[in-house]
């Protein structure tokens, strides 16, 4: 493959409209640090200078599995945070099978063959003054770099998002794995957790949270990322609340540059390509 990878700024038979502008870059990038956060899920920080200037909130990487010749395709990840002064990324990256255990276990100085970034990321309107994030457990990691994002727009130009609030729910208490970063971002009253047994924040679910919340109070946009009920039920308290909404969806992927059709979600109307065209879609949009 060339340096930059091919087939993606095409519309394809899927339409072009929301295809993703950027070209992403091949590179090879150097395992700095691999540091575990909970049982199976750990903090992946990877020396990649170019993703890391050109990477938007919500878009990911597309990773070979370093060593791994059974497994020949990549697997992508969302990139949770980018320094583009050091040239690093990080990345969440929780083994659910075979390849994520393997980067589970990538020892410092490692070379991982990425492509990035890849795909359509969170476009939240530019006049959003109040924006709510719903991130369920390891969902929550391509919203931080948006919080980043609307948070440092905050402090330079007052008319933009002026309040950022995230409802951030998991299992237990042990698997809010990216809550210490945003706690640091937002605003100690801006940040909700929830979680299913009640061992920290309130018990319950984060649709039940941010119900009761998108009826206290009124919000511009509404950006969430977590398990597929959880997103078409937020979808649809954004739809009744008359709030913008846009969902990050997760889809089985094998050449991640918009050419195997692998990856299709069914939209209101028709078909488009979660590598591409997404991950990030109008909620509405969706064919729930
Ligand atoms: C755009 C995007 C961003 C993602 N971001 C992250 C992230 O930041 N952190 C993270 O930990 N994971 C993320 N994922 C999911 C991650 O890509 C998969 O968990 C991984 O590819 C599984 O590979 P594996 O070899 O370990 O598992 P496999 O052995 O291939 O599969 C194990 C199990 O996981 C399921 N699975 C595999 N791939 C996916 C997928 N893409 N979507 C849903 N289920 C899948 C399989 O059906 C199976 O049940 C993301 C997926 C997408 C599409
Ligand atoms: S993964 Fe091949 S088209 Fe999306």
């Known amino acids: ?169 998991a299992q237990s208490a042990r698997a809010l794995v990216c809550k210490e970063a945003f706690a640091r971002l937002l605003a100690p009253d801006a940040l909700h957790v929830t979680t299913d047994d009640g061992s920290e924040g309130v018990k319950g679910l984060t649709t039940e949270f941010a119900d009761w919340l998108l009826a206290q109070q009124c919000f511009d946009y509404v950006a969430t990322c977590g398990p597929a009920p959880m997103m078409a039920a937020i979808a649809r308290l954004a739809a009744q609340n008359n709030v913008a909404c846009e969902v990050s969806l997760e889809r089985r992927m094998a050449c991640g540059i918009g050419a195997c059709l692998s990856c299709n979600v069914d939209m209101r109307d028709g078909v488009r390509r979660a590598c591409v065209d997404g991950p990030v879609f109008d909620a509405q949009e969706v064919s729930w």
Do not use: K
């Open 1 to 169: 493959m060339s340096e930059h990878a091919d087939g993606f700024a095409g519309g394809g038979a899927h339409g072009p409209a929301r295809t993703a502008p950027l070209t992403p870059l091949l590179e090879s990038c150097t395992v700095l640090a691999n540091d575990m956060l909970a049982p199976g899920v750990a903090l992946l920080r990877l020396a990649a200078a170019r993703i890391a200037g050109a990477v938007r909130p919500g878009q990911f990487v597309h990773l070979a599995l370093p060593a791994l010749e059974a497994h020949p395709l990549r697997r992508p990840l969302s990139v949770f945070c980018a320094d583009a002064e050091s040239g690093s990324i990080e990345l969440v990256c929780q083994a659910v099978g075979e390849g994520t255990r393997h980067l589970l276990a990538a020892a410092p100085q490692t070379t991982i063959d990425c492509i990035g970034p890849v795909g359509r990321g969170w476009s939240p309107p530019p006049a959003a003054r109040r924006v709510l994030l719903v991130g369920g457990g390891i969902g929550a990691a391509p919203l931080y770099l948006l919080a980043r994002e609307l948070t440092t727009r905050v402090a330079h130009d007052s008319r933009v998002a002026s309040e950022v609030h995230l409802v951030l729910g």
